[in-house]
């Protein structure tokens, strides 16, 4: 018997069956209780991605400290703020690929938990530095931590969530996540032009979301560790007490009784970087990464660089600023809608209609100089990519067995990190050659990659178990 599969011999008051893990699961109702394990989760994914999204916000703040310089200027003969990005996705990468296998090892709790702490640490004494050097480095620091986070939070709540509402789960996750981008976007609308008792209004941009990611920290300590990981471990007397918490939290009975004689096969089985190239998984592990590398490039693409391409379609610096705030609002916002039907169509096509949505009005924002237009067109891209992140982000975490899942998502998802990393500078000189216009047509072409990459090699995982997929 594999070890997601572990039996738990009682009756079963739910409507659904509950002999194994797996069922005990699914068998947990979309319950307020349930819900507020999901928001709490998610809670710490906020300040990820309030971190993630500072560098389009906070770079006019460094350049007018005369920390950051614009074009050939830059440290390393590039702007400051591609350097930044580029940093950034570099410790993303390190964190993704390298670290982020230690939650197989060492659990989801416990390294998110560590994640968390390293990232709120580091983004406080990059706050406090002066030198483009020092900030680069510290920026560097906080990416691994970023990397590790975000890829762990992944792993946990897909093995933590009934199959029926997996998809919706990532969406509500995402709303509270992405309810970050604009609170960024405005902070920094209302602090970095300014000096508030001799400190710029950057730094304190970057102090707000590193020490509310530290008493998040308090809070999640009391997070349950996944139930599916600790029966992969063979510690199965404790994922029976965990899984009666959790059947207590949804509000329906807890299954009593502990059948160890149905543990016949012991969950020694180890994950290994080789087996996410066995011929079981060769093909997914392929298209996650043609997928993660280009549809980075458009979410980040745009995200990272939106005030600089508002600015470019005409948009004043403080007005740039303004507009990318309206537009981020379409995070939040798609994210709920997106939780409405997020469980009704296969993760897989809503991944193709999402790139889809940011190809046609992409286009669209080029062409645009109108305020209003831009606006427009900036939030129906925004709202795209929010929906391809959901998507994308439940679809690889449902595509590997727990014993490799934290390894091999964190391995396809450092991909995208990596393109991210190069593809800031060279969106940065695209940007110098060919304007607004020449970085839409390359975040276009990159969104026709991941419709065809999914498209055609994604296998389908609606409503079906973690084990069956």
């Not at 379609?313 to 705030?325: E, I, K, N, R, W």
């Not at 391995?411 to 500078?425: G, H, V």
């Amino acid at each position: 018997m594999q070890p997601d599969t572990l039996a738990f011999d009682s009756p079963a008051p739910h409507h659904l069956p509950r002999t194994t893990l797996s069922e005990r699961i699914n068998a947990l109702p979309a319950s307020p209780g349930l819900w507020r394990f999901v928001i709490l989760l998610a809670l710490g994914g906020f300040f990820e991605l309030y971190d993630l999204f500072q560098t389009a916000y906070i770079s006019s703040g460094l350049v007018a400290d005369g920390i950051f310089h614009t074009g050939k200027n830059g440290l390393f003969g590039i702007a400051d703020q591609a350097a930044f990005a580029c940093v950034t996705f570099l410790g993303l990468f390190v964190g993704a690929s390298l670290l982020s296998p230690y939650a197989d090892s060492y659990g989801r709790r416990k390294t998110f938990i560590f994640a968390l702490a390293w990232y709120g640490a580091f983004s406080l004494l990059m706050a406090v530095q002066s030198s483009t050097e020092a900030i680069l480095l510290c920026r560097f620091l906080v990416g691994i931590g970023l990397g590790v986070e975000l890829v762990t939070i992944d792993t946990y709540l897909s093995e933590w969530v009934p199959a029926p509402v997996r998809s919706k789960a990532f969406a509500i996750a995402f709303f509270i996540q992405f309810l970050s981008v604009p609170s960024v976007a405005l902070m920094s609308w209302w602090l970095v032009p300014h000096t508030f008792f001799g400190i710029s209004g950057w730094r304190l941009v970057i102090i707000a979301g590193a020490v509310c990611s530290i008493l998040i920290w308090f809070i999640r300590k009391n997070l349950p560790e996944s139930a599916r990981w600790l029966a992969q471990q063979g510690r199965y007397e404790e994922a029976h007490q965990i899984m009666r918490s959790m059947e207590q939290r949804c509000g329906i009975s807890p299954v009593t009784e502990f059948n160890a004689g149905e543990t016949a096969q012991h969950s020694s089985e180890r994950g290994s970087f080789r087996e996410i190239w066995s011929p079981a998984y060769r093909k997914r592990t392929l298209m996650l990464i043609v997928m993660n590398f280009f549809q980075a490039i458009g979410f980040f693409g745009f995200g990272n660089w939106l005030p600089a391409l508002l600015s470019g379609q005409g948009a004043s610096v403080t007005h740039s600023l303004l507009y990318a705030f309206f537009i981020t609002l379409a995070y939040p916002i798609g994210c709920l809608i997106c939780s409405r039907y997020a469980d009704r169509m296969e993760n897989k096509w809503q991944i193709v209609l999402s790139s889809l949505m940011t190809v046609v009005f992409g286009t669209l924002f080029a062409m645009q100089s109108q305020p209003l237009l831009l606006i427009v067109c900036g939030f129906m891209i925004t709202w795209s990519n929010a929906w391809l992140t959901i998507s994308y982000h439940a679809y690889q975490a449902e595509v590997f067995p727990t014993h490799i899942r934290a390894r091999a998502v964190g391995f396809c998802y450092s991909f995208s990190r990596l393109s991210t990393a190069f593809t800031s500078i060279l969106i940065g000189l695209i940007l110098q050659l060919a304007g607004a216009p020449g970085v839409i047509i390359f975040i276009v072409v990159s969104m026709l990659m991941v419709m065809l990459s999914v498209g055609l090699f994604g296998p389908k995982t609606r409503g079906l178990n973690l084990e069956d997929i």
